[in-house]
Structures are given as structure tokens and as C-alpha cells.
Nanobody
């Protein structure tokens, strides 16, 4: 079992930055690939970014590539999402998740956090 707790969300103006954190506890964090997803009101949950357990492989959604960076610190059992040049369309609840493989597909993730709200004002 892995418990995930996100933090770092908030209200920011367009063009600003936020860094989300996801702290993990429970089973060995470093053995899991990690992902970030988001869900806006009235929309389905969508993939944002993923990182392998070593940190050597990363994937990004086209909509965030070049603006967001996913990273992890296995010594701190934490994964991060640095979000720059934020746009109003980035407004959503952001979730971190853990999976056995590095993947962009939500159903392959076994553990999910409760989410943190990110609101970008225009």
C-alpha cells in the first residue's frame, strides 16, 4: 500500500508558476513510477506527466510540454511538478499517482492522492 499526499496548489495569475509536491509513504516509493494527472470541472481526468522509478524517463502531455517539469527525490519519497507559464486552461485539480510501470494511462496507476486545486486567473 502507498499513501500519497499532494500539496502546493493555489491561486496564481496567468504566466505565473507553482510547484506541486506529492509525498509518499508506505511501500517502497523508489520502486514505483509516478504520474501527475488533472481534472477540470466537467471534464475527464487527463494525463499531465510521468516519471520512471529512476527518474531517467519522463513523459509529458503535449499541452504542458516545455512548461511543466516532473522530477522526483527518492531519498525524500517525493515527486514534484514544476509548472511555469501557467494558463487559465491549466486550472484543475491535480492528482499524483503511483504505478508499477511508467505509463500515461490512468487505469494502470494503482494508488492515487486526494488532489490539490490549481486555479490560474486571467
Amino acid at each position: 500500500q502507498v499513501q500519497l499526499v499532494e500539496s502546493g496548489g493555489g491561486l496564481v495569475q496567468a504566466g505565473g508558476s507553482l510547484r506541486l509536491s506529492c509525498a509518499a509513504s508506505g511501500r517502497t516509493f523508489s520502486s514505483y513510477a509516478m504520474g501527475w494527472f488533472r481534472q477540470a470541472p466537467g471534464k475527464e481526468r487527463e494525463f499531465v506527466a510521468a516519471i520512471s522509478w529512476t527518474g531517467g524517463t519522463t513523459y509529458y502531455a503535449t499541452s504542458v510540454k516545455g512548461r511543466f517539469t516532473i522530477s522526483r527525490d527518492n531519498a525524500k519519497n517525493t515527486v514534484y511538478l514544476q509548472m511555469n507559464s501557467l494558463k487559465p486552461e491549466d486550472t484543475a485539480v491535480y492528482y499524483c499517482a503511483a504505478a508499477a510501470v511508467t505509463t500515461t494511462t490512468p487505469y494502470e496507476y494503482d494508488y492515487w492522492g486526494q488532489g490539490t486545486q490549481v486555479t490560474v486567473s486571467s
